[in-house]
Nanobody
Framework: QVQLEESGGGSVQTGGSLRLSCVASGRTFSSYAMGWFRQAAGNEREFVASIRWSGRGTLYADAVRGRFTVSGDSAENTVYLQMNDLKPEDTAVYYC?????????????????WGQGTQVTVSS
């Protein structure tokens, strides 16, 4: 099955930027779309953004629209999350995950493989 590994997290000040990467390895043929989710301490896991490997059908949570951009490079089996104008409320562990076709990409339980997560901390 596919394996996912996130990287690029870190600590930044309010207004700063980070770029997260997620590399898929192993058997990736069943991976149709990639999603980014985040989970802050004490909160539920929430949808951030998603993209099909084709590049079509990007989705964003209202909280990040206009600040975050999701993109993918199918040739490199890598998806990215460019995060600009970061705010303290963006502080969370960020996870990438893969879903099959026909999924509700905003719903975490439609994803079948998850990465380990990468911590993003935004200080004011």
């Amino acid at each position: 099955q596919v394996q996912l590994e996130e990287s690029g997290g870190g600590s930044v000040q309010t207004g700063g930027s980070l770029r997260l990467s997620c590399v898929a390895s192993g058997r990736t043929f069943s991976s149709y779309a990639m999603g980014w989710f985040r989970q802050a301490a004490g909160n539920e896991r929430e949808f951030v953004a998603s993209i099909r490997w084709s590049g079509r059908g990007t989705l964003y949570a209202d909280a990040v629209r206009g600040r975050f951009t999701v993109s993918g490079d199918s040739a490199e089996n890598t998806v990215y999350l460019q995060m600009n104008d970061l705010k303290p409320e963006d502080t969370a562990v960020y996870y990438c995950a893969t879903a099959p076709s026909g999924s509700d990409y905003r719903n975490w339980n439609h994803y079948y493989v998850w990465g380990q997560g990468t911590q993003v901390t935004v200080s004011s």
